[in-house]
């Protein structure tokens, strides 16, 4: 059983992110009014320089003028120069600003000041057995409070480890490289901003790049022939223009391999293109990439698993940061056919440049090509982890929780697994709304049956015990103050609706959703338990049908040995069996006040409801009775 306490820094003072936010911003404001001083000098130096050539014209010659024009070209490339580190140092401010202040959204749950929380493109949620109806992905959902990742690849490995449930081990060395990285705030809060620094990182650039790295060698079978034909023309070309310059020959003979090396040009320009867009068509987010895996392979790395990725960064053949940044440098050789094209044709005639530049390509793709994808995983891992360790260090009151090892489950049930929760509250909802509340569900022969009037909160009980289960076989601790519980594949049935596209009416719909919690249930888990969340199941048919239909699945939800909780406003079904004999009872409840002001404490207490509102709802709402 895991024991490690919630974080090192845990008894730490809080992250003092407001504070933080404006240094930043008095930083960046300064580089901006810093950047701006820069500006006018450069065009006081161009134009200077501009001047002073005006004048050497007018004047026919003039080594003073001369002087004086290239003084000043001169100074305008350190100008700009500097003006490009004054405007990186700006946008790194503006960056760590940006970090710092959607944390403090983070923690207000204010909604509006985060990024979308949309699933990554690539996971099909439609017929997934809980990630709707726990709010993973969309609007004030885990995924928004949780990010935004700092890499495409870290929000699909945190969406991955949401929507697929880990084993125990996996799950405890994620938990001591998430305590881990709590510990170290400002390695966090730099890898989030170079997150947004590097931004402009499409993720079809970089997924063109990792198939041009993984890929075949340029040219193919013919990549040999044209590495000599090319040394050929240009051995030829140089040997020629010497023996002529010379006057060993008296005939000019270099305008012929001149020719040729211009025909192999044009005969081979749209595959040399082809191989410049794959390797660098993202040029500037690779760049990008280069300061955030520098970044990276300082992280700390005393766990396991932190270890492990920042080994996959490392390596004898070069660390990630150090080959790209090699790759980038071929990369700007390769874009002087864009940047300065008048100067690009002759060069290419004399030296046949992206040849050079092309084979420079391939040596790297063959020494590093096969890395690049483990080294882009480990990065994005390593950004997911970073995600919880910032929600573990902003929470320090929450849980590590245990996962149980089979050998221990009569110690914490009695008779079977059970889910122990302490002080469980939903995890998307503010600390001063929140409310807590102690529920043990299981072990496997019970069902807890949850009773209440409307609004009184057992929805969101049951999305609580969801979330956090979520979020502790993810490897992140939960919103409680203890919570011990097996190795879980979770199923629930809370938000159905009906699909035009697929012909389903909401019974329909509900129908299936219960047929694959029952099908899952009754699916072989070596090792594993199934836990059930049912929100007041089969409301489209009439109550003598709905009664029915529970019983059975709950009959079948039993003797498959799941464990779990539902919701119902039907109290006569505690007095049926199976779920009489079966059920633990819990209801919340609600006060009105003299005034007829009803108010709810979203407290859970044992036994049936002994209230309803939905009359006294309506009347509240205007609709006369």
Not at 82 to 88: P, Q, Y
Not at 193 to 202: E, K
Not at 219 to 225: E, I, K, Q, V
Request: glycine fraction near 8%; charged fraction near 20%; aromatic fraction near 6%.
């Amino acid at each position: 059983m895991t024991s490690a306490p919630a974080a090192a820094s845990a008894a730490s003072s809080p992250v003092p992110y407001a504070e933080n936010a404006a240094r930043h911003a008095r930083a960046r404001d300064q580089e901006m009014q810093r950047s701006g001083r820069i500006s006018r000098l450069r065009l006081a130096a161009f134009l200077g320089g501009v001047g002073a050539l005006l004048w050497m014209w007018s004047r026919g010659a003039g080594t003073v003028p001369l002087g004086m024009a290239i003084g000043a070209f001169i100074l305008f490339a350190m100008f700009v120069k500097l003006h490009t580190r004054v405007d990186e140092r700006a946008a790194r401010h503006e960056a760590l600003r940006v970090v710092n202040m959607r944390s403090l959204a983070r923690i207000a749950r204010r909604w509006n000041d985060l990024p979308d929380g949309g699933a990554p493109a690539d996971l099909d949620l439609a017929e997934h057995p809980y990630a709707v109806d726990l709010d993973l992905f969309g609007r004030a959902s885990l995924f928004q409070w949780l990010g935004p990742a700092a890499t495409p690849r870290g929000q699909t490995a945190l969406a991955s480890w949401l929507i697929r449930t880990a084993g125990r081990d996996e799950v405890v060395e994620r938990q001591a490289a998430v305590a881990e990285l709590a510990g170290n705030d400002q390695w966090r809060i730099v890898l989030a901003a170079h997150g947004i620094l590097a931004a402009g990182a499409r993720q079809h650039e970089i997924d063109a790049f990792i198939a041009w790295a993984e890929g075949p060698p340029a040219f193919g079978a013919r990549a040999s022939t044209l590495r000599v034909t090319v040394l050929t023309i240009l051995i030829t070309l140089g040997a020629s223009i010497a023996l002529h310059a010379t006057g060993v020959t008296s005939v000019a003979l270099w305008p012929i391999p001149l020719l040729a090396g211009i025909i192999l040009s044009f005969a081979t320009a749209m595959e040399v293109q082809a191989t410049l867009d794959r390797a660098g068509g993202g040029q500037d987010a690779l760049a990008r990439y280069a300061s955030l895996f520098e970044h990276a392979v300082m992280a700390p790395s005393a766990s396991s698993r932190l270890r492990s990725l920042v080994a996959r960064m490392s390596g004898d053949a070069g660390t990630a940061p150090a080959c790209m940044r090699s790759l980038n440098r071929i990369l700007e050789f390769g874009e002087l056919r864009r940047s300065a094209a008048i100067l690009h044709g002759p060069l290419q005639a004399v030296t046949l440049w992206d040849f050079h530049v092309v084979f420079a390509l391939e040596r790297w793709r063959t020494a590093n090509g096969p890395r690049v994808r483990g080294w882009l995983e480990a990065l994005g891992e390593l950004d997911a982890l970073s995600l919880l360790a910032t929600m573990q260090r902003d929470h320090p009151q929450w849980a590590v929780p245990e996962i149980q090892l089979p050998a221990e489950a009569g110690s914490h049930a009695g008779s079977g697994l059970a889910i122990e929760a302490t002080a469980l509250g939903h995890p998307l909802i503010a600390d001063d709304k929140r409310v807590a509340n102690d529920v043990t569900v299981g072990p496997p022969g019970s069902v807890v049956l949850i009773t209440g009037s409307n609004m009184s909160g057992k929805s969101t009980l049951l999305r609580s015990l969801g979330l956090n289960v979520v979020l502790a076989q993810a490897g992140a601790c939960v919103c409680a103050r203890r919570l011990s519980l097996p190795e879980c594949d979770l199923q629930s049935s809370i938000r159905v609706q009906d699909s035009l596209e697929r012909g389903l009416s909401y019974f329909m719909a509900a129908l299936a959703r219960l047929k694959g919690v029952v099908d899952a249930a009754e699916h072989e888990r070596p090792g594993r338990t199934l836990l059930f969340l049912l929100d007041e199941i089969l409301q489209g048919t009439n109550s003598a049908e709905r009664s029915i239909a529970v019983r059975a699945v709950t009959r079948h939800l039993l003797e498959a040995g799941a464990i779990g909780a539902m919701t119902t406003h039907d109290l006569g079904l505690a007095e049926e069996e199976p779920i009489k004999s079966a059920a633990v009872l819990l209801h919340f409840s609600e006060t009105i006040d003299a005034d007829g002001t009803m108010r709810f404490d979203y407290v859970l207490r044992p036994g049936l409801a002994t209230s309803r509102n939905a009359l006294r709802l309506m009347q509240m709402i205007g609709i006369d009775l």
